[in-house]
């Protein structure tokens, strides 16, 4: 029997969908074809453009400029349902189809529909649920939530087989909706490791960071004694992250005593809320917090959090039951987190064991306080203790992962 072809669908840009590409490479290890459809805004990682076949599909045009929000909707599912129908098509036939959920309009329908065409396995992973996200801006009772609830419903149903991202996704999978799921935890891709004195230096300079290390006349690096603390956060500038809370936190590190150093906060990514919040922050006149937002390459991105003393998470899940990847890859480079406390957080950042939880902006303050007093002359005494167990985390890599949870159902014949 010759090799499967998998198609992995991602109704989004697919150089932002970390975990699918990560299924995407692991398929290719073990033998498979890939073909990779979706959105092509960011370059992929380079192995998937070297080894996969990506397959864009054509973004929708811009009809909320133009019509009511109700209509522009319905226009947008027309395009979006001929669009990727067509490019899933036109491709080669696949074997499998791995969809990832959210969106689940009009994903769903479509990678079923193709399936049942041409006897495929349909896989959905569940990274969310597509109404949860909804209902943060229209409300639970809107109709197009509930609308979007049955839906995922439906057609969530119809998969032979099911992946999901945590235990509590999995079991309200099941408890909700008689959804059988296998849960496969996030890894932090390969790109995510520690790294020398000399690529920090590297990378700080670049930035424009240049407090932090020195080069010496025998081309050592070493850091500087009086230098400032470096506090990053990834965001995507969304509702489901009050960005806010990182903001006042910071306003009460500024206003605290000289026991605790001056700090650079280093915010990437990009999304809907970054210009609103870019304009808070030119805004503020601060002594001791130093706030950038820069542009990053993809590469620049994992050094970036391997330079940072502590990292900040802000996602608050719209269901409860999701994981955010940013604190995994923080963990991927050896780096303690802070991070928003939610429903099933402690499946991955455990309070005082492996990392610090909040849930306002006292709390965070204090934890950033505490972690930078005395800096950088002295260490908090915690992290040695994070490391030790972020090292653990650390131990077991995607693939492995993958291999023990995923390749099961990738393999398995029956649907």
């Given at each position: 029997?010759?090799?499967?072809?998998?198609?992995?669908?991602?109704?989004?840009?697919?150089?932002?969908?970390?975990?699918?590409?990560?299924?995407?490479?692991?398929?290719?290890?073990?033998?498979?074809?890939?073909?990779?459809?979706?959105?092509?805004?960011?370059?992929?990682?380079?192995d998937l453009k070297e080894n996969a076949t990506i397959i864009s599909v054509q973004k929708p045009f811009p009809f909320d400029e133009y019509v009511p929000r109700l209509i522009a909707f319905l226009f947008k599912v027309v395009w979006q349902t001929l669009t990727l129908f067509w490019a899933i098509l036109v491709k080669r036939k696949s074997d499998i189809v791995l969809v990832q959920n959210p969106p689940a309009i009009p994903t769903l329908a479509v990678c079923w529909f193709y399936c049942l065409l041409v006897n495929a396995k349909f896989i959905i992973d569940w990274h969310n649920y597509a109404y949860s996200i909804l209902a943060l801006t229209l409300g639970s009772n809107a109709p197009l939530v509930k609308l979007s609830l049955f839906y995922e419903h439906f057609f969530g149903r119809l998969a032979d087989s099911n992946l999901c991202v945590t235990k509590a996704m999995k079991e309200d999978l099941y408890e909700k909706w008689n959804i059988e799921a296998t849960t496969l935890y996030d890894r932090p891709g390969p790109q995510f490791k520690t790294i020398t004195l000399t690529e920090k230096h590297y990378l700080l300079e670049k930035m424009k960071l240049n407090d932090f290390t020195e080069l010496l006349e025998s081309g050592e690096v070493r850091l500087k004694s009086n230098r400032p603390s470096l506090l990053v956060s990834s965001t995507s500038w969304t509702p489901d992250e009050d960005f806010s809370i990182l903001l006042k936190a910071l306003q009460k590190y500024d206003e605290s005593d000289d026991i605790y150093p001056k700090l650079v906060c280093v915010i990437t990514g990009r999304g809907p809320l970054k210009y609103h919040y870019q304009l808070m922050i030119s805004k503020l006149k601060w002594n001791k917090v130093l706030i950038i937002t820069p542009w990053l390459e993809n590469n620049d991105y994992p050094i970036l959090l391997a330079c940072a003393d502590l990292g900040v998470c802000l996602h608050a899940s719209s269901s409860g039951l999701d994981l955010p990847m940013k604190v995994i890859d923080m963990y991927g480079v050896g780096l303690p987190v802070c991070a928003y406390d939610f429903k099933c957080l402690n499946e991955l950042v455990r309070h005082n064991e492996n990392g610090l939880v909040f849930s306002n902006e006292n709390q965070l303050a204090m934890h950033i306080m505490t972690w930078f007093k005395n800096f950088p002359l002295q260490t908090c005494e915690q992290r040695t203790r994070f490391c030790k167990e972020i090292d653990n985390f650390r131990a077991v890599d995607w693939h492995t992962n993958w291999m023990n949870n995923a390749y099961p159902i990738f393999s398995n014949d029956n649907k």
């Open positions: 029997m010759g090799k499967k072809n998998v198609c992995v669908v991602v109704l989004g840009d697919i150089g932002r969908s970390p975990r699918m590409q990560y299924h995407a490479q692991s398929l290719i290890r073990q033998g498979f074809n890939v073909d990779i459809v979706g959105y092509t805004d960011s370059p992929v990682l380079d």
